[in-house]
């Protein structure tokens, strides 16, 4: 049985997951495109969207990771936990 290797690209439609297809490398060399579905529970998927925040996929990462990885700003591009002294 293969498994994924790695995740080498996607393409689709970033706000539509089940639009999105993955260029995908099994451990038997085999390179496929694979439905959301196929990838959609792989930790590698976590990997590939950590490895390229331009992706705009950050939001298909699971809470915990999604806070580490991309703090929420205010509206002034300073982080919310920011405070400023008086």
Do not use: M
């Given at each position: 049985?293969?498994?994924?290797?790695?995740?080498?690209?996607?393409?689709?439609?970033?706000?539509?997951?089940?639009?999105?297809?993955?260029?995908?490398?099994?451990?038997?060399?085999?390179?496929?495109?694979?439905?959301?579905?196929?990838?959609?529970?792989?930790?590698?998927?976590?990997?590939?969207?950590?490895?390229?925040?331009?992706?705009?996929?950050?939001?298909?990462?699971?809470?915990?990771?999604?806070?580490?990885?991309?703090?929420p700003?205010?509206?002034?591009?300073?982080?919310?936990h920011?405070?400023?002294?008086?």
């Open positions: 049985e293969t498994e994924v290797c790695k995740i080498l690209a996607v393409s689709g439609n970033p706000k539509q997951r089940t639009s999105l297809r993955f260029r995908v490398e099994w451990s038997d060399g085999d390179i496929t495109t694979e439905p959301w579905d196929t990838v959609k529970h792989l930790a590698l998927l976590d990997d590939f969207i950590l490895a390229n925040p331009a992706s705009t996929l950050g939001y298909l990462l699971p809470p915990e990771k999604r806070l580490t990885a991309f703090p700003t205010t509206s002034k591009g300073k982080h919310s920011c405070k400023h002294a008086k």
